[in-house]
């Protein structure tokens, strides 16, 4: 906070006056030091979101127990889709296109095995793009409502 010291008395007027711009000055400044920071720009932006998309693509296809939901899946409309996705999730300046959880998941019949298998893939693929542990668990909790969108056997 500013503090005003002044060596003569001054009028009603002009004390408030100083007053105001004194409050003006402490509260734009505090406004621009207190900016919170999305967790897009925590992420590494949108970089580091395609990265994160391009790890899990890849820890994807190495794993034989989840590969297999992918076999008939456009890649390309995936990676798009996913990186909005993460990109929207993370309070980024992208807009998520794509179908709902629901629809996209449906008759998929994924397992809970399965889903948190997914989600380790999902760690791995974070960890390679050295995202931090802690960034990663805010990203993870983001999308841990959608849990119940997946459905499970």
């Known amino acids: 906070m500013t503090i005003l010291c002044v060596k003569r008395p001054l009028g009603p007027s002009l004390k408030t006056s100083l007053c105001a711009v004194t409050i003006a000055i402490t509260l734009s400044l505090s406004a621009c030091s207190s900016t919170s920071k999305t ?3 925590e992420i590494g932006g949108q970089a ?3 990265q994160i ?3 899990f693509i890849e820890e994807i296809g190495y794993n034989k127990h989840i590969v297999r939901y992918f076999e008939k899946t456009d ?3 995936f990676r798009e889709k996913l990186n909005e996705h993460i ?3 993370a309070d980024g300046p992208c807009e998520y296109t794509g ?6 998941h449906a008759g998929m019949d994924i397992n809970e095995n399965h889903f948190n298998l997914t989600v380790d893939l999902l760690i791995n693929a974070m960890t390679k793009a050295d995202i931090p542990h802690s960034t ?3 990203l993870l909790a983001r999308f841990a409502p959608m849990r119940s969108e ?3 056997k």
């Open 75 to 77: 890649i390309s409309r």
């Open 136 to 138: 990663q668990n805010k």
């Open 53 to 55: 998309t391009d790890n």
């Open 87 to 89: 990109c929207m999730v």
């Open 150 to 152: 997946i459905a499970f």
């Open 48 to 50: 580091k979101v395609e």
């Open 39 to 41: 967790l897009y720009s």
């Open 99 to 104: 179908d709902s959880m629901e629809n996209v």
